[in-house]
Each structure stands twice: as structure tokens, then as C-alpha cells.
């Protein structure tokens, strides 16, 4: 089976003291990929600022991402782990552990891969254990056994 | 009766909708409820024909006044129980 997510568009133990730099963390992994223009990033941070904390989808997980634009070079998938939880101003689900991110050239475009990623991390238990990963091996062993 | 047809929405209605969706369909599944699911995004959401909307907490604040049809708000899209119990319910007064 293919990766899911690619191994170099996974990091752990990322060092973000805000919710900004973790996506910001997350994002740069599809700037170096290639994937997207810095100005997707901004648009990434813009989306949480105007449409407020929802990608906080349960508890420690955060999905960040925008609308598909001209900052999207191709479809890609980073995921990063955090080295200390962060707030990003959801009541609910704060802190954040693991936050995932996304670009797609269109709405339709890259949907089978994202659904098997949507489908792995709603699995019990598996934010906890993403988020205690100890290697990238551990936490892409983890997605693609789900 | 005509199939169900649910939307999940979210910002874009590119990524924690597909989210939703896949969790909704699940759900279904397991419950053998025959229905359709579809994405849609928060700004134009309420003029695509559908039963009922998905949708998370925060971001149900800006549709739920306006919306024709329910709405109902996801806390925790891991939280089976919670999803469960929403759409069974809905599908439960649609039914009767």
C-alpha cells in the first residue's frame, strides 16, 4: 500500500508556542514539499482568525487548512506532532497535539487519499497515540495500520 | 420516500466536512440506514437541496437562524456516541 503521508511531510516534537506556529509548523512541511506558496500558510492562519477555532475537530486535533487557490501547487498532506499542547481557542477540544494539513488543488481532487487519512485518525485512541509517538517510523506505522 | 440526503458542511467544504461525511456514512452504514452524504461549504451551504445539516459547533453559530432545514451541531467528530445519537434521531423523525 502506498504511504499515506508521505515520511517527509511528518515531524514530531514540533515547538510551537502558539497556535499560529503550529500551523505555521505544519504548513512549512508543504513549502519545503513544494506543495504550496507561503501565501497558503497566511491563508491557512486568515481561515482560523475569520471562521474561528472549528478545525479543532476533537479533542488534540486540529486540521488546518483553506479554500483550494492559486497557492496550492498540487495536493499534499503534512502532519505534525507538538512538542507542547497548544490552545488554538476551542473550548471543547483544546489543546492541540497533532495537527494535520492539507492543500488540494480542488474540492474533488485527492479525496480517496483523505478519506483514508479522515477515516485512520477518527479511529479510538488515536490522537494519544500519535501524539506519544517516539519516531516518524512509529507515527507513519500507526496511520497505516489504522 | 425519496433517499435521505445529508450535507456536512464546513469552511471550504473540503476538509473536516469530508471528515464528517465519512464518519456520517459509517454510521449509517453500521446502522444499515440507506442515505446520501455530501460536502458543502459554510458560505453557500443553505442553498444546496438537503434533509439535514451537519455541521461543527463553532461554525453552526452562522447558519443555524437561516437554515430551512435542521441543523445539528458536532462537538467532537471522533465521538461516535454524539454523532450516533444526532443522526439517528434525525433519521428517526424523518421516518415517521
Known sequence: MD??????????????????????????????AGSITTQ????????????????????????????PSAAV???DISLITLKTPVAFGNAENDPVKVVL??????????????????????EDGMIDNMATAKSVDALMALLQNA | MEKIKIQTVCGFGCGS????????????????????????DVGTCLTNECDAIFISEELSERIKDRASVPVFAVKNFMNTAEVTEKVLSFIQDKQQ
Open chain 1, 101 to 122: 494539513c492539507i492543500c488540494c488543488k480542488d474540492r474533488e481532487s485527492h479525496r480517496t487519499t483523505l478519506q483514508r487519512v479522515a477515516l485512520s485518525v477518527m
Open chain 1, 73 to 75: 501547487l498540487r495536493d
Open chain 2, 17 to 40: 466536512s469530508l471528515f464528517l461525511r465519512m464518519k456520517i456514512e459509517g454510521i449509517l452504514k453500521a446502522n444499515g440506514v440507506d442515505a446520501t452524504v455530501f460536502c458543502g
Open chain 1, 3 to 32: 504511504d499515506l503521508i508521505r515520511k517527509e511531510n511528518i515531524q514530531i516534537g514540533v515547538d510551537a508556542p502558539s497556535w499560529q506556529d503550529a500551523v505555521r509548523g505544519a504548513g512549512n512541511l508543504l513549502l519545503q
Open chain 1, 40 to 67: 497558503y500558510i497566511d491563508e491557512m492562519i486568515q481561515a482560523v482568525v475569520e471562521l474561528g477555532p472549528y478545525m479543532v475537530l476533537m479533542p488534540g486535533f486540529a486540521l488546518a487548512h483553506a479554500a
